[in-house]
């Protein structure tokens, strides 16, 4: 499938590159897009939450009355959870909220995500450019003449430090290398902005897995 390669002013440059139908064509898996978005929001946690359960609070172990007589419920220390101030009962631990997903499951759901992206009209392909010191305001222009309000994530080949810095301040934008690009920012964008080399790149990525 041929798509369209404009330039970093938004306009065509009269080139149509061919996207690999085994990665732009696949039929979308909602469920492994499911399946890698829970597990790179899980792993972001990090769980060091704690509470005090009654063998770790610092209070006295004193009996506070007598056992019988007093009409009410009997008693023996302070670090019950039933008084203010005591143990926390079930309370919750450090733990590891990571959980393990096959590559396979991984990949589907990559593909899934760029899949959705062309098939919604949210892809754009674009000619490769740099920028010959970071600018925010310059990086912001390019965004605004390649019509994208929302948010965006741009992938290309390569890592480029000054495209890069240039859109650290941005909230809404963000730029990575294919490599790294995961399920998760590709389906959190609204429009997927790739570079015409980087296509190349996923390619042969598939090619050689």
Known sequence: MKVDVVNSQGQSTGRKIDLPEEIFAVEPNAHAVYLAV???????RQGTHKAKERWEIARTTKKLKRQKGTGTARAGSMK?????????VFGPKPRNY?????????????YS????KLNSGSLIVVEDFTMAQPST????AILSKLNISGKSLLL????????????????????????????????????????????GHLKAAYENQ
């Open 38 to 44: 829970k597990q790179y929001l899980a792993a972001q």
């Open 113 to 116: 995500a760029f899949a959705d």
């Open 137 to 140: 305001k310059e990086f912001k």
């Open 80 to 88: 019950s959870p039933v008084f203010r101030g005591g143990g926390r």
């Open 156 to 199: 290309t080949a390569e890592h480029n430090a000054n495209v890069y810095l240039s859109s650290r301040n941005l909230q809404k934008a963000q730029v990575h290398t294919v490599q790294n690009a995961n399920t998760y920012d590709i389906v959190n964008a609204d429009v997927l902005v790739i570079s015409e080399k980087s296509v």
């Open 98 to 110: 990571s959980f393990k997903l096959n590559k396979k499951v991984k990949e589907v759901a990559r």
